[in-house]
């Protein structure tokens, strides 16, 4: 019989229940402060503040985790100050990366462009450059995220709705017209593993008709099995198996050729707008991530070479103390996990590296220039958790893609953070708060005993299979709702402080006309004018691969290179992987 693999909970606690704590308070001053904080908490504090002396926070996407009313060395006696922070850039990295955080790098100011036509995004673009930002992130419209060419059926009515129109690498090359791939660092907001294994060999083979090497090129894409097996309203979808077998097949390609390339942005952010809490974004992004490495461990490949190019993405929403202490939390759970069940011996391996995305979900159509305060306040919490990038979604996104007012205002809020307020220039400024360093605690322990019961019920695949993330879901977002609904939840100017006032109209974005025309005429020709015979000995190629189990990579940069069709790649995975229903669909 084969022995039962351990968890990561049950490996972490045997590693470093091994390890000799030097806790920071002394004994006896502790006990002191016990005794003065009893006194205190009988002669000033309200009986019913004492009965009541933890609350739970009530809010959109939160983790109701109980809050103490007030936090002392009491509430963390056994604090080691090397084991449990550190100073920045040094293990366990709970304040940071770099010894010099932002002092040494500023984060990346990363704000999404994408809607109509290659041509509309490729201004916005040049506009979100021309203005500051340093990094550029490509969002797609629904036919393309979910795989279908603009002319399909599927298609029609969302054509650059939602974001950009891509049907081929020619309209890859007008979509970077003028922008040089080599010099720019840029994030394909590919979603799902079949659409990572589409759209990036598309733009690999952009870059190799432009003569600029793929050891050259830095970015990320997302592709990840969440997203397209549980986070996603598509017609059709391939096996859990399959999609994570194409995961694999993509983060093996692109780190033995695009090296310097973030193979896989694990993605929490859209689990948790979908409807999750903040310990179950991360928990579930971490289960991701854990049996992907043991996947590609299994293929041959080892965990310091791994770890250097994986990266997560979170979301920030409006609970301020509990965002800045959750992701100082999974930096340190996540260098713990690289260093004691993968073995990782580079220290850089065990970074957690990511960008973040301050919440949509949590944005308001009443009143929506509040939600240029709620962003501010959800980009300084990623700050003060010290994130590589961010994105600051702006005040209309609860209407429509930004307008240039208003995606100029997300930057601004950046800029002004970075520029005016101070707060990049100390690392960890929260560090060693008996608040946050007891929140960063329990956030960490919450975290793995989810995770555990992942790994319990056989993996993050298995879940998927089994309908128990599906579950998770539901369940957490008709609470959520409910509460939102009774009041319980505030929300301003939603469901408390409602005005009756006329306010100014919203200047909301008007989406180009034509561009499902434009991708439609360019489609034909794209079908008229290519080697229609070397298309199909791509695809076939591509089918074989997905059939025998060869990597798919390299054949799916044919099929890009020959002028295939977004779509015509989806028909082969669906062909030769077959379809399945989600649990929720059953």
């Not at 319980?488 to 006329?502: F, G, L, P, S």
């Amino acid at each position: 019989m084969t022995p039962k693999k351990k968890t990561t909970k049950q490996v972490l606690a045997e590693a470093l229940n091994d390890q000799p704590r030097t806790p920071l308070y002394n004994p006896a001053a502790l006990s002191e402060l016990q005794q003065a904080f009893d006194t205190w908490q009988h002669r000033d504090v309200r009986p019913a503040d004492r009965e009541n002396w933890q609350s739970v926070p009530q809010m959109v996407l939160g983790s109701r985790t109980p809050r103490d009313l007030l936090y002392t060395p009491l509430s963390n006696p056994e604090f080691d100050y090397g084991m449990d922070l550190g100073n920045s850039g040094e293990p366990p990295f709970t304040r940071g990366v770099h010894a010099n955080m932002y002092r040494g790098r500023a984060f990346t100011r990363r704000q999404l462009a994408g809607y109509g036509s290659p041509e509309d995004t490729n201004e916005r673009i040049k506009f979100l450059l021309d203005h500051g930002a340093t990094g550029i992130s490509i969002i797609f419209d629904l036919p393309t995220i979910q795989m279908y060419d603009s002319d399909d059926p599927v298609s029609t009515g969302q054509v650059g709705m939602s974001g950009v129109a891509i049907d081929s690498v020619e309209d890859m090359d007008l979509l970077f017209k003028d922008i040089a791939l080599d010099e720019v660092t840029v994030s394909l907001v590919s979603h799902y593993p079949s659409n990572s294994a589409i759209l990036f060999p598309m733009y690999l083979a952009l870059a190799r008709r432009r003569g600029i090497p793929w050891d050259k090129l830095k970015g990320s894409i997302q592709n990840d099995i969440t997203l397209e097996e549980v986070v996603r309203s598509g017609p059709e979808y391939i096996p859990p198996q399959d999609c994570f077998r194409i995961q694999c097949d993509n983060i093996e390609f692109i780190r033995q050729e695009v090296p310097l390339w973030n193979f896989m942005t694990i993605n929490g952010y859209n689990l948790r707008e979908f409807g999750t809490s903040a310990v179950t974004e991360m928990a579930v992004a971490l289960a991701n991530a854990i049996e992907t490495l043991e996947t590609l461990q299994a293929r041959g490949h080892d965990a310091d070479w791994l770890g250097r190019r994986l990266a997560f993405f979170w979301s920030i929403g409006n609970d301020f103390f509990e965002e800045v202490a959750r992701i100082r939390a999974v930096r340190r759970l996540w260098h713990r996990i690289m260093k004691y069940r993968f073995g990782a011996r580079d220290l850089r391996a065990t970074w957690m590296r990511c960008h973040v995305q301050t919440s949509g979900v949590s944005l308001t159509r009443q009143e929506p220039l509040n939600n240029v305060v709620r962003a501010g306040y959800h980009a300084l919490a990623a700050v003060l958790g010290g994130v590589q990038s961010l994105h600051v979604d702006s005040f209309d996104e609860a209407y429509s893609v930004p307008t240039e007012e208003a995606a100029l205002l997300s930057l601004r809020t950046q800029q002004i953070l970075q520029e005016e307020t101070g707060v990049t220039q100390v690392a960890d400024p929260l560090g060693g708060s008996f608040y946050v360093e007891a929140l960063t605690d329990e956030m960490e322990r919450r975290i793995l005993a989810e995770l555990d019961e992942i790994e319990k019920l056989g993996g993050y695949v298995a879940t998927i299979k089994e309908g128990w993330i599906h579950r998770k879901i539901s369940d957490f977002f008709r609470r959520e709702r409910e509460q939102v609904e009774s009041g319980r939840i505030r929300v301003v100017a939603e469901n408390i402080y409602q005005t009756k006032a006329d306010l100014p109209p919203v200047n909301v974005f008007r989406y180009p006309e034509g561009a499902a025309q434009r991708q439609h005429n360019r489609l034909e020709k794209l079908r008229k004018n290519r080697d229609n015979q070397q298309v199909d000995t791509a695809l076939e190629a591509l089918e074989a691969a997905c059939r025998g189990g060869a990597n798919i990579l390299p054949r799916a940069v044919a099929c890009a290179e020959a002028g295939c069709s977004e779509g015509e790649l989806f028909t082969v995975f669906k062909r030769a992987f077959g379809l399945w229903k989600p649990p929720v669909l059953w």
